[in-house]
């Protein structure tokens, strides 16, 4: 495959960092952007330093011959139907989290690729950062043993100071805590212990803070999470907290424990006397400019390139964190432990 051609849809804050990444990665280019807004490309080209062509019809760009990807940066809701079309096109997808706010569109959109036989990426980026990419190979090198227990928490006050604030205080735009922002806690999670969770229970609760009060649902919530082998994990979602963003990950195993960027071990003597500090940076921002989208591309295109999905944040991998974000939703919805299999029980 020659270079491959992007399309953006959507033209936000989230657009902009994508556009950015793609201007390191080898073997891709953005070519156009479609907006519900009319642009002038001269003024697209003078803002991000390269020509784009503007649209504001989707299907007009859709039917573009020099666009291979449609990448998806517009909000929430519209996720699923946008994602489908560009299937339906033979356009293989990069699709913003999360791909859908309810499950039965989640499967809608799996459908669609599967049947189109596009591949797609989630933007569950964080797992490309420096910091996971350390905790994979400390659990590659065996240096904690067999993990039974482990959490991941995402901590990140989205008041009114915050851009997004304004509609993501809408449930029909947000969705929920975990959705619009904790779905990367979770899916780290699922990335460090696997994915073959078995049930679920989810509480959800909500700042008595001034500040949160628009919100339309509950802003904190905690997941606990039992695995097929017996294994537990936690996940708390945050987003109505008066602190710092933080992100938070601790694994314990058999031989040993790791605490966000410290790890004490038996496996190697140095490291069992007390916390040692590993070097890495952490994931320690809300910015999506921060964020490690030009390594998530670039694996992308060479996957493409090699006709085959990319590891790590493929729609498949992407798709099973979902089904466990939507037993959580479930969960706390009923009040009681969700199987995963009763997503699918009719």
Same mark, same amino acid.
């Given at each position: 495959?020659?270079?491959?051609?992007?399309? #953006? +849809?959507?033209?936000?804050?989230?657009?902009?960092?994508? #556009?950015?990444?793609?201007?390191?990665?080898?073997?891709?280019?953005?070519?156009?952007?479609?907006?519900?807004?009319?642009?002038?490309?001269?003024?697209?080209?003078?803002?991000?330093?390269?020509? =784009?062509?503007?649209?504001?019809?989707?299907?007009?760009?859709?039917?573009?011959?020099?666009?291979? +990807?449609? $990448?998806?940066?517009?909000?929430?809701?519209?996720?699923? *139907?946008?994602?489908?079309?560009?299937? /339906?096109?033979?356009?293989? =997808?990069?699709?913003?989290?999360?791909?859908?706010?309810?499950?039965? $569109?989640?499967?809608?959109?799996?459908?669609?690729?599967?049947?189109?036989?596009?591949?797609? *990426?989630?933007?569950?980026?964080?797992?490309?950062?420096?910091?996971?990419?350390?905790?994979?190979?400390?659990?590659?090198?065996?240096?904690?043993?067999?993990?039974?227990?482990?959490?991941?928490?995402?901590?990140?006050?989205?008041?009114?100071?915050?851009? /997004?604030?304004?509609?993501?205080?809408?449930?029909?735009?947000?969705?929920?805590? =975990?959705?619009?922002?904790?779905?990367?806690?979770?899916?780290?999670?699922?990335?460090?212990?696997?994915?073959?969770?078995?049930?679920?229970?989810?509480?959800?609760?909500?700042?008595?803070?001034?500040?949160?009060?628009?919100?339309?649902?509950?802003?904190?919530?905690?997941?606990?999470?039992?695995?097929?082998?017996?294994?537990?994990?936690?996940?708390?979602?945050?987003?109505?907290?008066?602190?710092?963003?933080?992100?938070?990950?601790?694994?314990?195993?058999?031989?040993?424990?790791?605490?966000?960027?410290?790890?004490?071990?038996? /496996?190697?003597?140095?490291?069992?006397?007390?916390?040692?500090?590993?070097?890495?940076?952490?994931?320690?921002?809300? $910015?999506?400019?921060?964020?490690?989208?030009?390594? /998530?591309?670039?694996?992308?295109?060479?996957?493409? *390139?090699?006709?085959?999905?990319?590891?790590?944040?493929?729609?498949?991998? *992407?798709?099973?964190?979902?089904?466990?974000?939507?037993?959580?939703?479930?969960?706390?919805?009923?009040?009681?432990?969700?199987?995963?299999?009763?997503? $699918?029980?009719?």
């Amino acid at each position: 495959m020659s270079e491959i051609g992007i399309g #953006i +849809v959507g033209l936000g804050w989230v657009a902009g960092a994508h #556009i950015e990444a793609f201007r390191s990665v080898r073997g891709a280019s953005v070519r156009a952007i479609c907006s519900r807004r009319k642009h002038d490309p001269a003024d697209l080209e003078s803002t991000y330093g390269i020509p =784009l062509k503007a649209y504001t019809d989707y299907e007009t760009m859709l039917a573009d011959p020099d666009i291979d +990807v449609i $990448d998806i940066c517009t909000p929430h809701p519209l996720h699923p *139907a946008q994602a489908i079309a560009a299937a /339906q096109a033979n356009k293989h =997808l990069i699709i913003e989290k999360p791909v859908a706010l309810k499950y039965e $569109d989640l499967n809608a959109v799996r459908d669609a690729i599967r049947t189109a036989g596009v591949q797609a *990426a989630v933007c569950f980026e964080c797992r490309f950062s420096a910091h996971f990419t350390l905790i994979r190979s400390v659990l590659d090198q065996g240096l904690l043993g067999s993990i039974h227990y482990g959490e991941a928490d995402y901590y990140h006050g989205v008041g009114p100071w915050y851009g /997004q604030f304004e509609w993501n205080v809408k449930k029909d735009i947000g969705g929920s805590s =975990l959705l619009t922002g904790g779905c990367h806690a979770l899916d780290a999670l699922l990335m460090f212990m696997g994915d073959e969770v078995e049930e679920v229970m989810c509480y959800q609760t909500k700042s008595s803070h001034e500040a949160f009060a628009p919100y339309e649902y509950p802003t904190t919530s905690t997941s606990l999470l039992r695995f097929a082998d017996g294994r537990v994990g936690k996940v708390a979602s945050v987003i109505d907290c008066m602190q710092p963003y933080h992100f938070h990950v601790q694994l314990v195993g058999s031989q040993g424990s790791l605490l966000d960027n410290k790890i004490y071990t038996e /496996q190697l003597p140095g490291l069992s006397k007390s916390w040692t500090a590993l070097q890495t940076s952490l994931v320690d921002s809300g $910015d999506v400019s921060d964020h490690p989208y030009a390594e /998530q591309f670039q694996v992308f295109a060479d996957s493409l *390139a090699k006709g085959e999905p990319m590891p790590l944040t493929d729609f498949e991998t *992407a798709y099973q964190t979902h089904r466990v974000i939507f037993a959580a939703e479930l969960s706390a919805e009923l009040g009681r432990p969700i199987k995963l299999a009763e997503l $699918d029980a009719g």
